[in-house]
Nanobody, 118 residues
Framework: QVQVVESGGGLVQPGGSLSLSCEAS????????MAWYRQAPGKQRELVAS???????TFTDVAKGRSSISLDDAKITVYLKMDDVKPEDTATYYC????????????WGQGTQVTVSS
């Protein structure tokens, strides 16, 4: 079994930065991908960014150009930083952990709320 726990989030002012972290523990895959998704009220969950322990990272349009993602392989912890946040970045941010190249099984954290408001 795998446990996924997010931390960070909270209230962020427009134009500021959000910083999130997520740790996976338990039965760990040799090759794995950790990803950040987000879901705003009334909208579908969408991918923000992902990173593999092989060193490959990807960003979707919502994050490209203003975000960074990094992975501490020893701690199995992924970090997301997003700059210049806007009210539309308000959402619950979820961390996902899965074996690289496979869609299942995958494991989700409980989510952390980010609110962008002045």
């Amino acid at each position: 079994q795998v446990q996924v726990v997010e931390s960070g989030g909270g209230l962020v002012q427009p134009g500021g930065s959000l910083s999130l972290s997520c740790e996976a523990s338990g039965s760990i895959f040799n090759l794995y991908t950790m990803a950040w998704y987000r879901q705003a009220p009334g909208k579908q969950r969408e991918l923000v960014a992902s990173i593999t322990n092989g060193g490959k990272s990807t960003f979707t349009d919502v994050a490209k150009g203003r975000s960074s993602i990094s992975l501490d392989d020893a701690k199995i912890t992924v970090y997301l930083k997003m700059d210049d946040v806007k009210p539309e970045d308000t959402a619950t941010y979820y961390c996902n952990y899965r074996r690289t190249g496979a869609s299942a099984p995958d494991y989700w954290g409980q989510g952390t709320q980010v609110t962008v408001s002045s």
